[in-house]
């Protein structure tokens, strides 16, 4: 399943502790424990998501019930969710922004369904658990990161070519019309929040969020920008091939020379444009911010 992208053919080594793999571990640790030592009551009542959980003030449930699931099979097609695409998304986004877009999908997602219970409470409003909100926003993130590449899912043993828009819409598709069939205990309406949340995180949130970073760095300077084609974008001398990471020139020239060429080709072409030497450069842009 998704072994022809590129990214999934990396050594597996860069997978070990990722966030992706620990994500999966405390999903199985919670699942044992709260079967254990936590009873199904308590549970409901606290832990997973509902309108009078909400209006009682029960604020943390937006994450907890991230973490609970109905049963094993529920626990175990998340978790598969979660690894075929979370571990490639991870592999662009690095750990901590992955972290960010898991965990905003499935938040929005639950209010998404909170507000479905609202409107509807005769058809909505029941207790939620389950990562798929957040799962749902990892596969709209990998359907972005790979909107015009063709690849190949494994649907039920069997092998389906397709494109990531098709992938994106497909699963939008899906969504609105389990919700307006009622879902059958399927939480559909989560799914859309953490779809739609997946997709805007990755098609403007890293363009938004480096140009908010670039004008925190230089808010007084003026620059001109100017489109910038990919071929374009001039290869730095590395001061240590070793390290892997671009040369560290002053802020200043680092910005124009190295950001801002990106920050064009982002927004001309979206974050799945980029090479691995050009995420490593945003990279370094973000570690330049963070020490401010």
């Not at 649907?155 to 497909?170: I, M, S």
């Not at 939480?187 to 004008?215: D, I, S």
Request: proline share 4%.
């Amino acid at each position: 399943m998704l072994e022809n992208r590129d990214y999934m053919r990396q050594p597996a080594s860069r997978l070990n502790g990722s966030a992706t793999v620990v994500l999966i571990a405390t999903l199985v640790v919670a699942f044992i424990l709260r079967a254990l030592l936590v009873p199904q009551a308590f549970a409901d009542e606290y832990l997973a998501l509902s309108l009078e959980g909400l209006r009682h003030g029960f604020v943390w449930q937006l994450l907890t019930f991230q973490f609970l699931h109905a049963g094993w099979m529920h626990l175990l097609f998340n978790s598969l969710a979660i690894y075929f695409f979370g571990r490639s998304v991870e592999m662009v986004l690095g750990p901590r922004r992955w972290c960010a877009l898991y965990f905003l999908s499935g938040i929005v997602g639950g209010l998404v369904q909170m507000g479905f219970a609202l409107a509807l409470p005769s058809r909505f409003d029941a207790p939620v658990v389950g990562a798929s909100a957040g799962g749902a926003g990892l596969i709209a993130a990998f359907a972005v990161l790979n909107w015009e590449d063709r690849f190949t899912l494994i649907l039920y043993f069997v092998p389906v070519a397709l494109r990531g828009k098709t992938l994106f819409w497909f699963s939008i598709g899906f969504a609105l019309l389990g919700a307006a069939l009622g879902g059958g205990g399927v939480a559909h309406a989560a799914h859309l929040g953490g779809f739609l949340t997946g997709f805007a995180f990755v098609r403007w949130g890293e363009t938004l969020q480096l140009g908010l970073w670039r004008r925190n760095l230089f808010p007084r300077r003026e620059r001109s920008r100017q489109l910038v084609k990919a071929a374009s974008i001039r290869m730095p001398r590395w001061a240590g091939a070793q390290s892997g990471q671009p040369d560290d020139p002053p802020p200043d020239e680092f910005i124009s020379r190295e950001v801002d060429p990106i920050l064009d080709k982002i927004s001309a072409h979206g974050i799945q444009s980029l090479t691995e030497r050009e995420r490593r450069v945003l990279e370094a842009a973000r570690n330049k911010m963070a020490k401010r």
